[in-house]
């Protein structure tokens, strides 16, 4: 079967685990509440747009990614601040 590219706005992934590993290395250079450099919530959010429930988890806007240790899903992952909510789950992965 051959690979299934994942393809953003500003970059292409030739494989969906070439995307994993990108967004997995970027999660591991920022400690547990720290917020995401301009660049990386850019790509963060060419990402989001793809996830299958988009509108829910953009509501109203994003105004800013973090990464936080999530107790419930036991692993780190980043989450999003919106304009109405304080913060929301969005556990992305490339689709």
Known sequence: MPAKPVVLPSRTFAKQGEA?????A????YA????LNSDDEDILYELLQRHPEADQKI???VQAFFKKNHQIIQRAAFMCCG????AQT????PV
Do not use: N, Q, V, Y
């Open 90 to 93: 969005s556990d992305i992965r």
């Open 59 to 61: 509501g109203a806007g």
């Open 20 to 24: 994993t590993a990108f967004f997995k």
């Open 83 to 86: 304009s109405m909510e304080l």
């Open 26 to 29: 970027m999660l591991a250079r």
């Open 32 to 35: 547990d509440g720290e917020f």
